[in-house]
């Protein structure tokens, strides 16, 4: 009776992974049909640059660069100023407080005295 029972639940769990793994295989080929269905292939093969646009491309690189390397040593030429920072704005309750508390305290000393 129990050897019935067990065989009969081994069963159902083949066929219940049989079935999970069946429906991820089924899902992965799927995804592969619709990834090579939606695939940007290339129209033609790039044709071969010609040398002498080669070195036009080299020459416009090499004026880029000299002009970044002008530019940057032109800024560091220049001093730079720091922006002053903005005033902390104190309300009024803050400013009441903190009068109060220098009266309790009196004013600071210092400590090098």
Known sequence: ???ENLI??????????GL???AIALLWGV?????RATADRP?????????AD???????RAAAVAVA????REQQAQPHEFPVPPTPIVSAWQAVM???????????QDPRR
């Open 1 to 3: 009776m129990m050897g």
């Open 20 to 22: 999970v793994f069946g």
């Open 8 to 17: 009969t639940a081994l069963e159902i769990t083949v066929v219940g992974m």
């Open 54 to 60: 080669d070195v036009l491309e080299r020459q416009k």
């Open 31 to 35: 995804m592969s049909l619709l990834v």
């Open 98 to 108: 903190r009068a109060r508390l220098l009266q309790q305290k009196g004013p600071r």
């Open 43 to 51: 129209e033609s093969a790039p044709e071969a640059p010609h040398p």
């Open 69 to 72: 390397v002008a530019l940057m």
